[in-house]
């Protein structure tokens, strides 16, 4: 199945307690939607996935699967350290309706090769739908190689890999790409990639569906939002897609220990940078 070319990560909106802001979340959902998402990643390191109780986590994923917004496809963050646990995830999401499943290389534990193909062995055989593996070394220390990658690809149901390491960006036999990183969206459709599992489609969603529908112009459109990658990224995600988020007018409150708000410097920065891309014209005072 085509999971769609731009998947938003989407943040996990909070209310004044930090609980879960069902409200919020859905209306931002249809928002993204109208506003160049194909789909949506919940529960992933941008939606705050290690601070969310499991049932909380789960709920999420019940929300975004009931109230998806017609013709977008949502994909479940389950992976983590415990393969056991990301099996019980993976099950879950499943029956709640998920049409992907999105399992991050196990942190902290550091497997060797035998015990990672035995994980991803394990989380394939949990669910029918496809798994895409995420490859994010800079968060997990461990690395997946594109042999590695290809070895994977062979285990029924692991049909993608979210790659966030820009040195490995390339085509694997097998599974469809996507990219991790914004500034590499461009690149991966030339490359034939599917597109994004994105951070910035937050905010600059409408230019990012021009990249994919304008090939012509791909280039041009990237150079534009060069800035807005860069300055989403000042500090750890997902501390400036939120602040950029409330800076445009949608309630996405704050963010749970032992993430904290972004600094005031940075949010400067920030609101130049959505300033000079006229994000900020029409927002009320």
Do not use: W
Not at 127 to 147: C, F, G, H
Not at 190 to 215: K, N, T
């Amino acid at each position: 199945m085509s999971l769609g070319a731009i998947l938003t990560a989407i943040v996990t909106p909070f209310d004044e307690n930090l609980d879960v802001d069902e409200g919020a979340f859905v209306g931002l959902m249809h928002h993204l939607a109208a506003h160049g998402s194909d789909g949506f990643v919940v529960c992933g390191t941008t939606g705050e996935a290690p601070t969310l109780l499991s049932e909380e986590h789960l709920r999420v994923v019940e929300l975004a699967c009931r109230n998806r917004p017609g013709g977008t496809t949502i994909v479940a963050g389950t992976g983590s350290n415990n393969t056991r646990h990301s099996v019980h995830m993976t099950e879950r999401a499943t029956e709640l309706g998920a049409d992907a499943i999105l399992s991050v290389t196990p942190y902290y534990n550091k497997p060797n090769r035998r015990g990672l193909v035995a994980h991803y062995r394990e989380i394939a055989a949990a669910t029918d739908k496809p798994v895409i593996l995420y490859n994010i070394p800079s968060r997990v220390v461990l690395d997946l190689p594109n042999e590695l990658l290809a070895e994977l690809a062979q285990i029924e149901h692991i049909d993608y890999v979210k790659q966030a390491n820009n040195d490995n960006l390339a085509q694997v036999d097998g599974l469809g790409l996507y990219t991790g990183n914004d500034e590499t969206f461009a690149r991966t459709l030339d490359l034939g990639g599917c597109g994004a599992i994105s951070v910035a489609s937050h905010v600059v969603g409408d230019q990012m569906r021009r990249m994919v529908d304008e090939p012509e112009h791909r280039a041009e459109i990237d150079a534009s939002l060069r800035e807005i990658y860069r300055v989403l990224f000042l500090d750890s995600n997902p501390i400036l897609v939120k602040a950029a988020l409330n800076l445009l007018g949608h309630r996405v409150g704050g963010l749970r220990l032992p993430l904290v708000p972004a600094e005031e410097s940075d949010v400067t920065v920030l609101r130049a940078a959505l300033a000079h891309l006229g994000l900020l014209e029409h927002v009320p005072a």
